[in-house]
C-alpha cells in the first residue's frame, strides 16, 4: 500500500502552550524541567493526533523551543564564541542566549541574527560561522525524541537541516568560501545518521530546501560530494525539498544517492515530468500534492489525477505527503465554531490537511466510491468555492480597469517634497521618531478581551484607549523624541486590526501560527475582493495629534504586507488582490492626510519575503509590489512625507526596487546585523531620507547611549548624515515599559551627541 507521511507539525500546541511556557520560563515562574515536561507533552499530544490520521511515519525533531535551525547550530556545536560555550551539551540556558543576546555571565551581548525563512513568514536565526570553525555532535535532543516517539509505539522519521541547505543559510564573520567548511561538517551529520541507525530509525528526512533556489556549480558539486560521504546503508535518506520546483537542479537532485526524494507539487507542479525523467524507478518518489502554506481545501480530484498519471510513468514506490512542512498553517479547523458557514468548508488546517491526505491514498487504494461521503463533501465545498469566485465587488474592479496612469506617483520628486516636508515638519539633524507600537501592557489585553466579550461598553472601551494615547504621546514628549505615534493601544495585530475594518477578510479565533521563538501570529483568510468601506484609523490618529505640537505619524499596514501575512485566495493572481489593498490604503492615507496627519507610515515588513526564489521571476514580482506601494502612498500632499519601515530583511539584491517606493523615509532593522544591512543603501547611494534601526527591540537588552552612539557614527560614515533618522529596529509592542524608557531615553541621548558633534 502507499505509504502516508508527514514532513513537519506545527510546534506551539493549539492554545500556543508552548508559546506561554516559554514567556513564563523567561519570567522565572517555572524552572526548565517544566517547560521541558510541557514540551515532551506537547510532542506526545502532536503524535497521537498525526499517528490517528493514518500516517505510516511519524516527523520527529520537526518539535523546537525556539527554532529548527537554531537546533541545528546547536548540535552542530556552532555556537558563537561572545557566548562562551565551554564545549560539550549545548545547554538550555546557552540555547536561549543565543537566540535572546545573553553572554553566560548575564550581561548583555548581540544575539543571533534574525531573518526569514525563503519566503515564509517564519523567522529563522542565521548561523554564524568563521574560516577556522570546528564541528562536534554538541546535543542530544533528536535523539532523546526519536526515544520518545519509540516508546509510545510509532515508526519515527527524524528531520534534519541538510548540511548545504544550513551552510548556504549560515553568515561568516569574514569573507571566505562556506564549502570549505564541509568536510568539517559532514562527519558531524555521518555520526548523526550512524546514532540513528543504531535507535533502529529505518528512514530519516534530510530537508534540503535550497535545491529549489539557483545554485552555482560549486553548489552543485558540493551536493554530489556531500551524499557520496553521508551514502550507507541505514538509515535510508529520504531527500526533501519544497516551496518551489526543482528547475534546473532537477537532474542533480534525482542523481544524489540517496533512497528517496520528496517534490513540492503544490508550488512546483510543472518539475514532474523531468523528475520522472531522471529519478529512476530504484528510488522511492514522496509527492507533496497538499499545500502546506495555505489553508484552503485541496482539490482532491487532480491530487488523484497526477497520483495515477505518476504511477503509469514511474515504477517505484510511492509516497504521499503535504507539500512542506504543516509548522506555516494553524492546527485545527474544527475550534473554529464562529467562522462564516459559507466559507468555512472552503479550509483545511494541518489536522484536516493530514485527514486530506488519508483521503487520497484511501481513494487511490481502493477507488473515489470507498471514500465516500467525504469525498463528495470536499468536491461539493469546491464547486461552491469556484461558484463564489465568479462574482465580485464591481467597484473595486472598476476602479482597477479604469485606473489613471499616473495613479501610483507623487505629484512631485523628492527632492521637491522633502524641502516642503522640512518647512512643515522643522525637525533637526538625525530627527528621532519610533517604528509604531509600544508596549501592549496586560491592562491593554485585558480591557481588549472585556470589550470583545461584551464586558465592557463601546464608550469605556474609547475612553480607555484614549488615556493609553494620552500618556503614550506624554511619555514621549518627555523623552524627546521628534516626531511621534500613538502607540497603537487599539490594535491586536498590524494586519489582523485592518483586516477586521476591509471587507474580503475572514478571521479565526485560534488560527495561531509562529512567527519566531514564542511570538505567534493569527494571519486573516483573504477570501473575496477586498474594499474598505469606512476610515480604520483617523479618528485614534486626529486625536493623537490634538494632544501635541509635535508631528505624529499615522500609521498603516502597506498592501503587499498586509498581501504576505495573511493566507491568500488563490482563485486570481495575488497582484490583483495586493492592488485591491492598495486602494484601501491609498482611501485611508487620503482621509489621513485630509486630517492634517503631517507624516504617514505604510509600514512593508513583508516586503521581501514575497520575493519568489528564483531570480527570473524576480522583476515581475517587484514590479508590481513596487506599484502597490506606490499606489497607496500617492494619493497625499507633496508635503505630507509617507514613512515606510522593513524588517530581517536583506536588501542588496533589490536596493533598486526599494528606491522604487519612493518613500520619504524608510526606516529599517541593522542593529542585529551591525549595520552591515546598511551597506547596501550606501553602495546604491540611496536617493531618499533612511533610519537605520540601532537597536534590537526582540531582545530583553537595554542599550546604552555609547553603544547606539557608536552605531550612528557607522551610519553616518555609510549615509551623508543629512539623510539619516534614529529609531529602534521595530516596534516596542512585545517589550515592556521599564525596558522602552531607558532605550528611548539613550537613543535620543545618542542622537544629540551626534547632532553636537556632526553640526
Known amino acids: 500500500m502507499t505509504k502516508i507521511h508527514n514532513l513537519g507539525f506545527p510546534r506551539i500546541g493549539k492554545s500556543r502552550e508552548l508559546k506561554f511556557a516559554l514567556e513564563r520560563y523567561w519570567r522565572g515562574e517555572i524552572n526548565a524541567g517544566e517547560l521541558l515536561a510541557l514540551s515532551a507533552e506537547l510532542r506526545a499530544r502532536h503524535w497521537h493526533l498525526q499517528a490517528g490520521c493514518g500516517l505510516d511515519y511519524l516527523p520527529v525533531g520537526d518539535f523546537s523551543l525556539y527554532d529548527h535551525v537554531l537546533d541545528t547550530s546547536a548540535m552542530l556545536g556552532a555556537v558563537p564564541e561572545r557566548f562562551n560555550w565551554a564545549g560539550g551539551e549545548v545547554d538550555l540556558e546557552t540555547y536561549l542566549r543565543m537566540a535572546r543576546g545573553r553572554g553566560a555571565d548575564g550581561e548583555a551581548c548581540r544575539a543571533l541574527e534574525m531573518t526569514k525563512w525563503f519566503d515564509t513568514n517564519y523567522h529563522y536565526l542565521v548561523p554564524e560561522l568563521a574560516s577556522d570553525q570546528s564541528f562536534a555532535l554538541s546535543s542530544n535532543r533528536l535523539f532523546d525524541e526519536t526515544r520518545e516517539l ?27 568560501d562556506k564549502l570549505e567548511l ?84 503544490t508550488r512546483g507542479a510543472e518539475q514532474l515530468p523531468e523528475v520522472l525523467a531522471n529519478i529512476g524507478d530504484a528510488k522511492l518518489l514522496s509527492l507533496g500534492l497538499i499545500d502546506g502554506r495555505n489553508v484552503w481545501r485541496a482539490d482532491l480530484a487532480a491530487a488523484l489525477a497526477a497520483v495515477q498519471r505518476t504511477r503509469q510513468a514511474f515504477r517505484g514506490r510511492l509516497w504521499l505527503a503535504p507539500s512542506c512542512s504543516l509548522l506555516h498553517v494553524p492546527i485545527d479547523l474544527e475550534r473554529e465554531t464562529a467562522l462564516d458557514p459559507a466559507v468555512k468548508p472552503w479550509l483545511a488546517f494541518a489536522k484536516q490537511k493530514l485527514t486530506e491526505l488519508e483521503l487520497l491514498r484511501l481513494a487511490l487504494e481502493e477507488g473515489v466510491d470507498a471514500a465516500q461521503p467525504e469525498w463528495g463533501t470536499a468536491q461539493a465545498a469546491l464547486a461552491g468555492r469556484r461558484a463564489a469566485s465568479q462574482t465580485g465587488n464591481a467597484e473595486v474592479r472598476g476602479r482597477l ?10 505629484a512631485s520628486p523628492f527632492p521637491v517634497r522633502k524641502a516642503l516636508q522640512q518647512h512643515r515638519l522643522n525637525l533637526p539633524a538625525f530627527p528621532t521618531t519610533s517604528i509604531g507600537s509600544f508596549p ?29 494615547i494620552k500618556q503614550c504621546i506624554r511619555e514621549q514628549e518627555t523623552l524627546g523624541l521628534d516626531m511621534l505615534v500613538h502607540g497603537e493601544p487599539e490594535r491586536n495585530d498590524m494586519v489582523e486590526y485592518f483586516g477586521e475594518q476591509l ?110 526564489l528564483r531570480r527570473t521571476d524576480w522583476p515581475a514580482y517587484l514590479a508590481w509590489a513596487a506599484r502597490a506601494f506606490r499606489i497607496a502612498a500617492s494619493g497625499v500632499d507633496d508635503a505630507t512625507q509617507i514613512h515606510t519601515h522593513m524588517c530581517y530583511s536583506e536588501f542588496n539584491d533589490i536596493i533598486a526596487a526599494i528606491a522604487d517606493l519612493d518613500a520619504d523615509v524608510i526606516t529599517i532593522e541593522t542593529s542585529r546585523s551591525n549595520m552591515e544591512l546598511l551597506e547596501a543603501f550606501a553602495d546604491f547611494r540611496y536617493p531618499n531620507d533612511i533610519g537605520p534601526g540601532v537597536y534590537d527591540i526582540h531582545s530583553p537588552n537595554v542599550p546604552a547611549a555609547e553603544e ?47 547632532r553636537a558633534r556632526v553640526g
Open 150 to 176: 519509540l516508546a509510545l509505539g510509532y515508526r519515527p522519521k527524524p528531520v534534519l537541516l541538510g548540511p548545504l541547505s544550513w551552510l548556504w543559510l549560515a553568515k561568516t564573520a569574514a569573507p571566505f
Open 708 to 754: 547606539m552612539e557608536q552605531r550612528l557614527r557607522t551610519a553616518a560614515e555609510r549615509v551623508p548624515p543629512a539623510q539619516l533618522w534614529v529609531n529602534p529596529d521595530c516596534g516596542l509592542k512585545t517589550r515592556q515599559w521599564h525596558e522602552v524608557r531607558p532605550a528611548l531615553a539613550a537613543m535620543v541621548a545618542a542622537a544629540k551627541t551626534l
Open 401 to 410: 480597469e479604469n485606473a489613471a496612469p499616473n495613479l501610483d506617483r507623487r
Open 440 to 468: 501592549q501592557t496586560p491592562e491593554i489585553r485585558k480591557a481588549r478581551q472585556e470589550y470583545k466579550r461584551g464586558d465592557l461598553s463601546e464608550a469605556d472601551y474609547r475612553a480607555f484607549i484614549e488615556r493609553q
Open 503 to 612: 471587507d474580503g477578510f475572514l478571521f479565526t479565533g485560534h488560527g495561531w501560527v509562529q512567527s519566531y521563538g514564542s511570538r505567534c501570529v493569527k494571519p486573516p483568510i483573504i477570501h473575496a475582493d477586498v474594499a474598505r468601506p469606512q476610515p480604520m484609523t483617523v479618528a485614534w490618529s486626529r486625536y493623537a495629534q490634538y494632544l501635541t505640537d509635535r508631528p505624529v505619524k499615522g500609521m498603516l499596514t502597506g498592501p503587499v504586507t498586509l498581501l504576505n501575512w495573511s493566507f491568500v485566495r488563490d482563485d486570481q493572481p495575488r497582484e490583483h488582490t495586493a492592488y485591491q489593498l492598495a486602494l484601501a490604503v491609498r482611501d485611508e492615507a487620503a482621509d489621513l492626510d485630509k486630517a492634517g496627519i503631517r507624516a504617514i507610515q505604510i509600514d512593508e515588513p513583508a516586503f521581501r519575503e514575497g520575493l519568489p
Open 182 to 265: 564541509l568536510p568539517r561538517l559532514l562527519p558531524v551529520y555521518a555520526q548523526i545518521l550512524q546514532r540513528l541507525a543504531e535507535l533502529g530509525a529505518e528512514w530519516v528526512q534530510i530537508d534540503e530546501p535550497i535545491l529549489v533556489l539557483d545554485l552555482p556549480e560549486d553548489w552543485h558539486q558540493a551536493f554530489a560530494a556531500a551524499y557520496a560521504t553521508l551514502q550507507r546503508p541505514a538509515p535510508y535518506i529520504l531527500l526533501t525539498t519544497y516551496f518551489g520546483g526543482l528547475g534546473d537542479n532537477a537532474a542533480l537532485a534525482c542523481s544524489l544517492p540517496v533512497a528517496g526524494l520528496h517534490v513540492d507539487l
